[in-house]
């Protein structure tokens, strides 16, 4: 076939996620997990590693996010054209739901590095005459429906997935299941391997990025019956648990290789599924992607090959001082221009920034920060600040949805003293603009949830300094003062103190006024050497083609 000419040699690494965010105008992401599945398939092709990516074609969505002047969202559909991106590839493969053989076809999106490489990324979709209208609509909404419509879609990727590639030709030698969604992809290969676990756990590899029980994908094995196709209950329940079927011990179970998504993430992980060895691989995000324009010219300069070898970023002393900052304020300006036009803000580029975006969904507590107001105002007295935000909630996250209202009232009080500006529909382009445009990136996660984050690692790119709760990856990237600024106690003191978050909030409030607003406004010297330190530190390690290259050695050889 000619669309995959080229592609199909050699045995490939088969990357299963349920979400790939590879650009904003392919919305087929909702968070961390998709943008991290784009930047593994951005470094696999810069890397020119054999990998041929399998997700779902997500075509409704993900929606589009607008805000009333009281912050309250709604969404709005977004319909894309895939034709516009990707080819519709003739093979057809099938899929038995509840009885029906659902058609299941793949768009082909081929993502070429500018190093030569390729990486193939199968969208699959069910949207043709000949399925029932219910089951044209399995592939449309990323995360949308109830627990049947989830099944039916880790059906679609699993079972699909395997059988896909095998119809188009691949040959694979490992199948790499991001996240428990696919772990249906062993089931298959069972099958396919007259049921011999051992060979399919050869095959296999699992990241978990779930630091929370609840977390887990689970179904109860009536409505696994209702709807799979005739798989044996027996075997399903010897390696996905009696009770319910659990996805995550299915890719346990079915896995050689397993592993969390960062150092403190194993040990949790090692300790919610006792019995399994579990390793870390941290995550690292995209240099060229998330390295913002003046930056990339900066690095250029000064350290070429920078985007294919990231380490050179820990030569990063070697640029002059005004050039960093010149970089970084011609990166704040095109933020404060973009956010003043986009939310009619009056934000100041000589006013020191704080950002804040991601998912709004309580964990990530983001209304942390406005724990006491007249704090906050005695702060911006002494040292002005201002705050950017952004992020979208699930659309049937009421709590997420209150956390954007609440923003925008703590806003409103604060009128005249703290500028907050909120950026609506948060996107992979907006979180770039915002990553490389302000001057400290804040995250403060409620521990252990953040397996890892990755946005902290976009900022390091661009020379933002981190300060963020240690949780995740910033346990492993932070040194006080000199990569970043921790808040609240140390991550291995103990955590149910229910004052813990009061403590994070106070300790916030002290760094900021007497530690971080001072020196930006004060002692820019020191500020410079911690944005180089941000880089040098950070970046050079925290990136997506370390992170590969740990996965080709660790996991995929
Ligand atoms: C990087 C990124 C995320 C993940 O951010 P975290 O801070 O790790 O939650 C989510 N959404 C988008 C659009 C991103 O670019």
Redesign the pocket.
Known sequence: MDELEGVLKGQKIAYFSMEV?LTSEIPT?A??LG?LAGDAIRSSADLKLPLVAVTLISKRNYFKQQLDQNGKQSEQPREWNPEKYMTLLPNEVYVRIEGRSVKVKAWLYKYQSITGGVVPVLFLDTDFDGNTPEDREITFYLYGGNEKYRLKQEAILGFGGVRMLDALGFRVRKYHMNEGHSSLLAVELLRKNGMDAERVRELCVFTTHTPVEAGHDKFNYDLVTEVLETVDLSTLKQFGGTERLNMTLLALNLSNYVNGVAKRHQEISSKMFAGYEIHAVTNG?HSFTWTGDKYRKLYDKYLPGWAIEPELLAKVDTIPDEEIWQAHVEQKQILIDYANQAANATLCSDVFTLGF???ATEY?RPTLLFSNLDRLRTINEKGKFQVIFAGKAHPRDEGGKRLIEQIFSYGRQLKGDVEIVYLED???D???KMVSGVDVWL?TPLRPM?A?????M?AAHNGVINFSVLDGWWIEGWIENLTGWAIGPHSTQSLDDENTSLKEAEDLYNKLEYVITPMFYDRHDEWIKMMKNSIGKIAYYFNSHRMMRRYVIDAYL
């Open positions: 965010g992401y968070g961390g943008t995000v975006a991601r998912r990530k948060y996107s992979m907006i979180a770039a995250n953040e890892s984050g990755t946005s902290g976009k």
